[in-house]
């Protein structure tokens, strides 16, 4: 009885991960973005390290919840600060793009993660902070329904320029 209570704490220890605070807070401008098919959206987000040491920003990490929406982590790269003092923020800047695929099917795709990596040297990589984000995708009309709303508003000019000669 003794080696099962010993074994079933240590698997309960094992898979039970310790929780940790962020050191970096990430603050997106807008946690949803919507777009269609084919289109990319920027999203852009102010960082705040909320330690009491500098913390440098090496890397990143992401997942999205569709192989339909594809991150770019470019911006990230480009735009963030090197570091931050303990308590500094940055300015408001481009952090990640979402590319989504054509054809996507409407609706809102959530548990999406960008993680920001880095620690106490430029050599870390450990993670300092996450955010969720979710990228709701609307219909794009069909290329007939354009052409009917089209051909409507060309007959109600017509209309009205028939009207006004009489």
Do not use: H, W
């Amino acid at each position: 009885m003794t080696k099962l209570l010993v074994l079933s704490l240590m698997v309960t220890t094992f898979l039970c991960a310790a929780a940790q605070a962020d050191s970096i807070d990430i603050t997106l401008t807008e946690s949803t973005l919507t777009g269609s098919g084919g289109g990319t959206l920027t999203f852009y987000a102010t960082l705040t390290n909320v330690t009491n040491g500098t913390i440098c920003l090496n890397g990143d990490s992401f997942a999205t919840s569709s192989v339909l929406l594809t991150l770019n982590d470019n911006p990230f790269l480009k735009n963030a600060p090197m570091s931050l003092a303990a308590g500094q923020s940055s300015s408001p800047f481009e952090i990640f793009q979402v590319f989504i695929a054509p054809g996507t099917p409407p609706g809102t795709y959530a548990f999406n993660t960008f993680t920001i990596l880095g620690g106490a040297s430029d050599t870390a990589f450990d993670v300092m902070g996450s955010t969720n984000f979710a990228v709701a995708v609307s219909p794009v009309p069909e290329p007939s329904t354009l052409l009917l709303l089209g051909a409507g508003l060309v007959g109600l000019a017509l209309k009205k320029q028939y009207q006004q000669r009489d």
